[in-house]
Every structure is written in structure tokens, then in C-alpha cells.
């Protein structure tokens, strides 16, 4: 079920939550659900695919990347800057930008960035801070850190709920949504101005089960991202191997595609006994699924392993799982390495992904996606 929270009193968010579980039930019903929990079950044969491995000679840790034209734009740390802006085509580093600290251009760790193609801009989620700010590529490159757009996202939404902070977030033509810590649900939808206007609960029933928002949080945590030309978000939970689909009007959202990885449910089974088994939080041995998403004009991405964490770093291959921008899956790619992070080209011809070479140093893989 999807339901809504929105922003009034606590009592009648409680009934307007009771009248639309029912009419989302009756729409999720008949929305494209896809139960066959392996990978060869949804894409059918799964494609294996070759790299092409370019030198990072001046990355130390490389994650979050995003493409821009021939800029490749990643956090790390470089004579202690974290936004590192670099030339895919001759492999140059041509700026390190945001100091971590307190003062009015520096960045207070951890942070998450995007792209907005239509601004040549960035966008900069300070995670702890609660702040977002949108900066010009071309300001970023002259060095200038003053941001053109600036919004806090901490104690927003009036009577919303006890808890309500996005640890995630993603502008959505002229919305922002976030995934994170809330009293009543999993994503946060808030206007332009970064007011909540609601809250949706997209987690499965043994999680939405659980008492704490903290429990919630951790056991149904996942990436999301959004296609601005389909209206519609996609959800990959790292650890309930669920990916799911989410058509938006305006501030509500319908379910129209919905895929279950968790094989045999170890992990929903584990969770639904509850007891002291929720205070050991994520074990070694639970399935690390979505580890990250990417979405383009025409189709979202999922960068997918598969394996418990504790085999995570030994990962030899790791998985790309495509889906149309409506949520249907499309096609399943294995490449013989283990990805970190990764982002697409805007004609989805080429992906680049963060990987180690054979001396174990920071590379960047380029992968030729096939149709």
C-alpha cells in the first residue's frame, strides 16, 4: 500500500491516511508487479559486457559521480577540497572546489551532488546539515562558490510529525523529494521554498511494522531517483530487495511498477521476528542489493550486487539493471568488475563507473551499453 501524510494536525493526518490506503490499494492492485525474485527472471538473459579501464591519477577516493558534457564531477578529497571537477576526455583535474567546515562556502560532510543539465549547474545535499545549494558549473570552474539557490530542509512542515529530515534528496522539476528519517513514512515531498507538503510511506509492511523511525530508516533505506519527462520516481532498497516505481501529480504518487529480489525472504523473516534481532542492525550476512540509481531522459539505472556485505569488497563482477522511464524492466548487464559508483551519458550509449585497477588504485571503467 502507498499511503499519504500530509500537512495538518495529527488526528486528521491519521484519517486522511485511513481513506487513501484505501483508494492507492485499489490502484497498486493493478500496476505492473513482478514477484519471479531473480534477475534472469526479470530481464530474461542477463548480457554479459566488457570495460575499457581510464587512468584517475589524481583521485584518492573517488564516489558520486555525475557527467556533464566531458566534465566528470565527483566527491573526494584533494588538498582537502571534496567537490573534484575533472576532464573525462584528457583525464585532467581542472578544479577542486568546497572546504569541509562552518563557514558560508564550505560544506559540512557527508554530502551528495546532481546535475541539472538545463542550469550547466550542480546540486550540493550537505546530508547532516540539512541544506541544499545549487551552484553554476561555469562559477565553480572560476573558482566563485557562491551558490545561486540555497534552501534548509531542517525543521520544515509545521505539525507534520515528531521526526522529519531527508538524509537523501533530489530536485524534481519544481519539487524536491527525500528519503530519510520521518514519524509517518519513507520519502518527504516538499515544494520549492523546501516546505514538507507530505510524506509518503512507500515501505513494505514488515517494515512499516516497526516502532522506531530509526529502525524504519535503517532496515528500508534506499537510493532514489526521478525522470522529469515521466513524472516518475524510482525507489531501490539496499537491503528488502524491492525496487519500486512511483508516478507523481503534483505532491501525490501512485505505484505503477513494483520488482522483489529478496530471493527467499531471509531478510523480511529475519526483521518480522523482531526481538533482539533488531537491535544488532544490518548483519554481515544480509544481502547488499541496490547499491545505487541513475536516471536519464529515457531510462533508469540501477547499479546492483547481490551478494552479503561481508563479500561485498571481494565483488569480482557487479551488475547494471535497466528500466524504461515508465519502470519496466528492460535489460540486465554483468561487468566483470565491482563498481562503486557510476553515471550515465545523456544518450545512454556510454557508462562510467568507479572501479580499482590492478595495483588497487582509484580507475574509472568506460562500458558501451548495448540495445
Do not use: W
Amino acid at each position: 500500500m502507498l499511503t499519504f501524510y500530509y500537512n495538518l494536525n495529527r488526528q486528521i493526518m491519521k484519517q486522511i491516511a485511513k481513506n487513501y490506503v484505501v483508494v492507492i490499494s485499489f490502484i497498486l492492485f493493478s500496476c505492473s508487479t513482478q514477484e519471479n525474485r531473480t534477475l534472469d527472471g526479470i530481464f530474461g538473459a542477463i548480457q554479459e559486457i566488457d570495460y575499457m579501464e581510464i587512468s584517475l591519477e589524481f583521485a584518492n577516493s573517488p564516489r558520486d559521480i555525475i557527467l556533464a558534457d566531458s566534465l566528470l564531477i565527483f566527491i573526494d578529497n584533494i588538498d582537502d577540497r571534496r567537490v573534484i571537477i575533472s576532464d573525462i576526455r584528457s583525464q585532467t583535474l581542472l578544479r577542486a572546489v568546497f572546504r569541509p567546515g562552518q563557514g558560508p562556502n564550505d560544506i559540512i560532510l557527508p554530502v551528495s551532488i546532481s546535475y541539472i543539465p538545463s542550469e550547466s549547474a550542480i546540486g550540493i545535499f550537505q546530508r547532516q546539515a540539512g541544506v541544499y545549494s545549487e551552484h553554476k558549473l561555469l562559477d565553480l570552474l572560476q573558482g566563485r562558490l557562491d551558490p545561486t539557490k540555497r534552501i534548509s530542509f531542517t525543521n520544515t512542515g509545521g505539525a507534520i510529525g515528531l521526526i522529519n529530515r531527508p538524509d537523501r534528496l533530489l530536485r524534481a522539476n519544481s519539487k524536491f523529494i527525500g528519503v530519510g528519517f520521518y514519524s509517518y513514512g519513507s520519502l518527504g515531498i516538499y515544494d520549492e521554498t523546501g516546505y514538507l507538503q507530505a510524506i509518503i510511506d512507500t515501505h513494505p509492511q514488515f517494515i512499516r511494522n516497526l516502532e522506531s523511525h530509526l529502525h524504519r530508516y535503517l532496515f528500508g533505506q534506499g537510493s532514489i531517483a526521478f525522470n522529469e519527462s515521466s513524472n516518475v520516481l524510482m525507489f531501490a532498497s539496499t537491503f528488502t530487495g524491492r525496487i519500486s516505481f512511483y508516478r507523481f501529480t503534483g505532491f501525490e504518487a501512485v505505484q505503477i511498477a513494483y520488482y522483489n529480489l529478496d530471493k527467499n525472504s531471509r531478510f523480511e523473516n529475519r526483521i518480522r521476528g523482531g526481538g533482539r534481532l533488531l537491535e544488532t542492525g544490518i548483519l554481515p550476512d544480509d544481502v547488499y542489493h541496490s547499491a545505487e540509481v541513475f536516471a536519464t531522459d529515457n531510462y533508469f539505472y540501477v547499479l546492483y550486487y547481490g551478494v552479503s556485505r561481508e563479500n561485498v569488497l571481494a565483488m569480482e563482477h557487479s551488475y547494471i539493471l535497466r528500466f524504461t522511464k515508465e519502470g519496466k524492466a528492460v535489460q540486465g548487464y554483468r561487468v566483470n568488475t565491482r563498481l562503486r559508483s557510476f553515471t550515465v551519458s545523456s544518450d545512454d550509449r556510454v557508462l562510467y563507473g568507479i572501479t580499482l585497477d590492478d595495483n588497487h588504485e582509484y580507475a574509472l571503467a568506460r562500458i558501451i551499453l548495448d540495445f
